[in-house]
């Protein structure tokens, strides 16, 4: 990016290596308002990195851009941690635009609508398996899933939930969503659908009395629900940085050969 990044605001998890890492580099470049800042450091795992997104949604809206450092496990969504050098590497990373999913869900109270970064997931509140009719575009695609759930993953969240559930991973700059059953029972031999960024997908929850069904957009949950709409919120972009070397796009690509 040709954007100067002067002043930084440094965010950290409650894990101590993220909070140790947040002093350090406070002492070395100093710390800003996230309003007054040219760009938002997250301090933690991909966990971290989505509350970091979804606490400062309307600076991020606006164009705040995101770099995330990894203090956490995995951190498919950040870069490696160090403390030299990080104006540079801010001047230098790539950037990549995020639109997260939107989650309008019929519940006791609502209806509720939030937004996802990773995925939606629709998952059996019981012992027994749920029962989800499926619609894309108002056609209905099919009419009983009986299974402990299912969810709709973007490009950037295909690596996450949906790969374990052994859903396909996604190019970032792919059109598309991933439409993964979870550990499904009938009908037996369906493993999903890729679905265009632009459809609309509905699911209706069967027997919700009997079976009843939550429905969580990341890490927020809504239980009991009827009816959840699914679609890419195409008006809301978001910016997150990467350096030159660990683009995303290239991240997802290694993750389809990763054995």
Known sequence: MSKDFKKLAFKAS???????????????????????????VALGGDG????????????????????????????FLMNDYALDDLPARLNNAEAAII??????????GGPFTELAFNEVS??????????????????????????????VA???????????AHGPVLPLTSDILALTPISAFRPRRWRGAIIGSNARIVFDVLDGEKRPVSATADNIEHRNVSRVEVFQDLDTSLTVLFDEDHALDEKILRE???T
Do not use: C
């Open 154 to 164: 973007t490009p950037a969240g295909s690596t996450a939930y949906n790969l374990s």
């Open 256 to 258: 389809q050969f990763a």
């Open 14 to 40: 409650s894990r101590p290596s993220a909070k140790e890492a947040r002093t350090a580099l406070i002492e070395r470049y100093g710390d800003h308002d996230p309003a007054e800042a040219d760009a938002i």
């Open 122 to 151: 629709l998952f059996r509140q019981t012992g027994q398996a749920a029962h989800i009719k499926i619609s894309v575009d108002g056609t209905e695609r099919l009419e009983r899933l009986i299974a402990d759930g299912v969810l």
């Open 99 to 108: 639109h997260p999913l939107k989650m309008i869900a019929d519940a006791p």
């Open 48 to 75: 971290f990195m989505l509350e970091t997104l979804t606490a400062h949604m309307p600076l991020v809206r606006r164009g705040l851009p995101v770099y995330g450092m990894n203090r956490g496990t995995i951190g």
